[in-house]
């Protein structure tokens, strides 16, 4: 059972496809349904401030992908992209009987959104992005349309997560006596500044400790190829779900039915940024990385830039959207600057 604020419950929920937990604030004569997708290494616990802090009409539910919080976990076949997350939400949305929602992802959780717009585009009212992957994945990319570096996407997937931070989460540790354990991840990569978002910390690092670990899950399997770093994305697995080879979701731009986008970010953002540290290109040009062949194979991946562009050709056909930029803010806006984000949130239901 995960760990609940007051006012918050949870539901198992079986579907065709897994069964999923469910955390709900329910709504008092609800007018509104949002539906909330974290991101990877994580879990629905991370939304619980904001659902709480929601105007009472409005029912607030956060699902738990699989293998992530207490959801089953269940393979991820990474060469459809992130489409057993996206469609895992659609059966639980069934099985809620909810035909339409209001979308929030972060992270990973964005670009999962973003697929479900492409899939089940009748189903979405309005969507908000934090920290989104960019459209075009993560990482073996170039340029603002996404241009592909090499067919075997050296360098990204799930060979470039560090093994000991996978073995930390192997092995729960909750401390802060590693360097690569959830919560040092967490102090050093999930905001800009650790030592003011103490209150709930206990609470994210549990959410992070519920990643199911392996091939299947994350970080997934991977491939060797002669390009450097030496490895390339395998079919299994999260991190695998984002490299360009299985993920492209630019085709929203395409969609005949345009919801309104909030794109929320930090521009300290550690992770998905245009100088991300979490990109083996960028730290390849820093010389973290022995070997970098340079800045024209192996370009660092223009993550803002890219979405940046696809949004702007969403708007060119017929779209909206609003971007807001928060200095002193991280990866987790919705955590690091929460009544900001609530704020911008509730303004934009309110304009659907």
Not at 30 to 42: A, D, I, K, R, Y
Not at 99 to 122: C, I, K, P, T, Y
Request: proline share 6%; charged share 20%.
């Amino acid at each position: 059972m995960a760990t609940l604020l007051d006012g918050i419950v949870q539901h198992s929920v079986t579907t065709p496809r897994l069964v999923a937990s469910v955390l709900e604030r329910p709504a008092d004569q609800p007018t509104s349904t949002v539906v909330f997708v974290h991101g990877n290494v994580s879990s629905s616990l991370f939304w619980q401030p904001t659902m709480l802090a929601l105007d009472s009409t409005v029912r607030a539910l956060a699902i738990d992908l699989r293998g992530f919080g207490d959801s089953e976990t269940r393979p991820v076949d990474a060469t459809r992209g992130v489409r057993d997350f996206s469609d895992d939400i659609a059966t639980v949305l069934d099985a809620l009987d909810i035909e339409r929602a209001n979308f929030v992802g972060w992270s990973m959780g964005g670009g999962v959104v973003m697929q479900f717009m492409l899939d089940h585009a009748d189903r979405v009212e309005t969507v908000t992005f934090v920290s989104p992957v960019s459209p075009y994945g993560f990482g073996g990319t170039k340029g603002a349309n996404g241009e592909l570096l090499a067919p075997e996407c050296p360098g990204t997937g799930g060979g470039g997560a560090n093994p000991d931070f996978v073995a930390q989460l192997n092995a729960g540790n909750a401390g802060d006596d590693s360097p690569t354990s959830a919560r040092m991840v967490f102090r050093t990569a999930y905001v800009a500044d650790a030592a003011a978002h103490t209150e709930h910390e206990d609470l994210w690092v549990e959410s992070m400790l519920t990643t199911a670990t392996g091939e299947d899950n994350y970080p997934g399997d991977s491939v060797v190829v002669e390009a450097w770093p030496g490895f390339g994305p395998g079919g299994r697995g999260v991190l695998n779900t984002m490299t360009p080879d299985h993920f492209n979701v630019s085709g929203i731009t395409e969609l005949q039915s345009k919801p309104r986008i909030l794109w929320v970010r930090g521009l300290q953002d550690a992770i998905v940024s245009d100088a991300s540290g979490f990109d083996l290109n960028f730290l390849g040009q820093l010389g973290v990385i022995p070997g970098w062949p340079g800045a024209e194979v192996a370009p660092p991946q223009p993550m803002i830039e890219q979405t940046r562009a696809v949004f702007d050709k969403y708007v060119a056909n017929g779209g909206e959207y609003t971007e807001l930029a928060w200095d002193n803010c991280g990866h987790s806006a919705h955590l690091e600057r929460p009544g900001e984000f609530v704020q911008a949130l509730t303004a934009h239901l309110a304009a659907r």
